[in-house]
């Protein structure tokens, strides 16, 4: 089996991206094949809404048209397995970037029949990984919780409607800074920061290689 990362963050050494080498580290472990993608090394945008892919008969009818960056990868994943994308959350949401390669994975395989049915060839295991300072916590607190779980939600279920099968993984709390007296943020008590991500960190990536793992396993 062949399983994808796809990073949607700009890091490619932090929580995001190490959760994101823990889980396929767990795929590996089962005896899968590896490749992680960094969308913020590729030239691509979001959709265009040329509606190539919706063209009765035509030939790009289920594909994306676009021929950029994104177009090999989307090859990849039609001769994967499994699929796990990672992302922080930027203000409430998933980065552009991924953001971005969502409109493009997702609607090129959705059809505007009624039901909607999916084009994708197969079935894809996919997972996805968030990662974010706020605790759940301080979600209530700003009365945000409910936001951020309809976002979690709504991803999983395109991803799971189109592909199949969809989970998805929670890390909170995360380190945002290697030196927090260089930048900022009083709002945060980096001591405090520190020793969250000492007890908690190491738990989430060990979620992520069990994830990995069970990405292979179905």
Request: charged letters at 25%.
């Amino acid at each position: 089996m062949k399983i994808i990362g796809i990073n949607g963050g700009p890091r490619k050494k932090w929580n995001t991206a190490t959760l994101l080498e823990k889980a396929l580290d767990g795929a590996a472990s089962k005896g899968a094949q590896t490749e992680i993608v960094h969308l913020y090394d590729l030239d691509f945008k979001g959709c265009i809404s040329c509606f190539a892919c919706r063209i009765r008969g035509g030939k790009s009818y289920g594909k994306c048209a676009v021929k950029d960056d994104l177009a090999p990868v989307f090859k990849r994943i039609e001769e994967a397995g499994a699929v796990v994308l990672g992302s922080p959350i930027y203000l409430g949401t998933a980065t552009g970037e991924m953001r971005s390669f969502l409109e493009r994975w997702i609607f090129q395989y959705l059809t505007y029949t009624d039901p909607p049915q999916s084009l994708f060839p197969g079935k894809l295991r996919t997972a996805f990984i968030y990662t974010m300072n706020m605790t759940e916590e301080g979600l209530k607190k700003v009365g945000m919780l409910e936001t951020y779980e309809n976002h979690y939600a709504l991803n999983q279920m395109y991803i799971a409607r189109i592909f199949g099968h969809s989970t998805y993984q929670l890390c909170m709390d995360t380190l945002q800074f290697e030196d927090y007296s260089k930048v900022v943020a009083d709002r945060w008590d980096p001591a405090a920061k520190a020793k969250s991500r000492e007890k908690l960190f190491p738990v989430d990536c060990d979620k992520a290689f069990q994830l990995g793992v069970d990405l292979v396993k179905g």
